[in-house]
């Protein structure tokens, strides 16, 4: 069942003690009980907080152990007030102002859990789109005024792929890609849509494979600007994210990390008509503790690969 704080208040008078956010990421994780990780006995003797060894193999795992809150030092208690903060605002929160509202003394802490926690908003395979799709690419970036442009070195290129339902937008992905090769959009698309639904695009070259990996390839629009002339639905996703990225972080991402900023996105705008801030926070908790921990290097390591 899904249990989660409808109200800043209910949030506050929830979560204000650890053993109460140790208990709720417990009923998160094990919704049908604990589970041994290494057994998968369902029985295990609680040690001291959080800490539970298994009556079978007596392995010792806790509630964080194997989630994004593996080893952390700071109290979940926090965690959980980042987590409501990111998730309770529409527009989302920035590392600075985080910090302040959490009181930590520590910028690259509060930096590393955004990171840790936007890579905790995508599930990979599990979200991918079906039937009418419309993909595209933008340039992000390398636009703020000021900064000597260097042209497309200076930007990314991101497809964008939008799912139609009654010829209106439903779902996005997005994707960073290196260039605009019929390989990388390929990729991208492998990753974002689920085969056997039908991608519509321009008539840029890049997209002439599709059919062979078992899309049903449309083209609506003759001309083919990479970055350019953007199809209606996905243009208006593409200056929703530029907007998003000016107004939450003054447009001061690092370009390096913009995979994260884009995952962010991805979750917020899927999640828009969720009456319900609370199940966003719900939703968050949840895959944060369903996937592996992030160590922090890998999170500077993923920009390399983009
Ligand atoms: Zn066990």
Not at 15 to 33: D, H, M, S
Not at 38 to 51: E, F, N, Q
Not at 103 to 122: C, I, Q, S
Not at 234 to 251: C, D, E, H, M
Request: glycine share 10%; net charge positive; charged share 25%.
């Amino acid at each position: 069942m899904e249990d989660y704080p409808k109200t800043l208040l209910e949030f506050e008078e929830r979560f204000g003690t650890e053993e109460a956010c140790i208990q709720y990421l417990f009923n998160v994780r094990w919704p049908e009980g604990f589970r041994c990780p290494h057994c998968g006995c369902p029985r295990a003797w609680p040690m001291r907080r959080g800490l539970y060894r298994c009556v079978h193999c007596r392995f010792e795992t806790s509630v964080t152990a194997g989630t994004i809150f593996q080893d952390t030092r700071k109290p979940l208690r926090l965690w959980f007030r980042a987590i409501w903060l990111l998730t309770s605002q529409k527009y989302g929160a920035n590392a600075l102002g985080l910090q302040r509202v959490l009181g930590l003394n520590n910028y690259r802490t509060v930096w590393t859990w955004l990171h840790k926690l936007r890579h905790a908003m995508v599930r990979p395979g599990r979200d991918q789109l079906f039937d009418v799709i419309r993909a595209d690419e933008t340039y992000i970036g390398g636009e703020k005024p000021g900064k000597r442009g260097r042209g497309a070195a200076g930007k990314a290129l991101v497809v964008i792929m939008v799912e139609l339902k009654a010829g209106k937008t439903a779902w996005i992905r997005l994707r960073r890609v290196p260039d605009a090769s019929g390989h990388s959009l390929e990729e991208a698309i492998k990753g974002g849509v689920k085969t056997g639904s039908t991608v519509q695009t321009d008539g840029w070259g890049g997209y002439s494979g599709l059919s062979k990996l078992g899309y049903t390839h449309e083209i609506i629009r003759k001309e083919a600007i990479v970055g350019k002339n953007l199809l209606p639905e996905v243009n208006r996703v593409a200056s929703l994210i530029k907007r998003w990225l000016l107004g939450t972080y003054q447009g001061g991402i690092h370009l390096s990390h913009l995979d994260y900023y884009l995952d962010e996105y991805t979750f917020r705008f899927n999640r828009r008509t969720s009456y319900s801030r609370g199940k966003l926070f719900y939703r968050l908790v949840e895959q944060a503790a369903a996937i592996k921990p992030i160590l922090s290097r890998d999170i500077c390591s993923r920009v390399t690969n983009p």
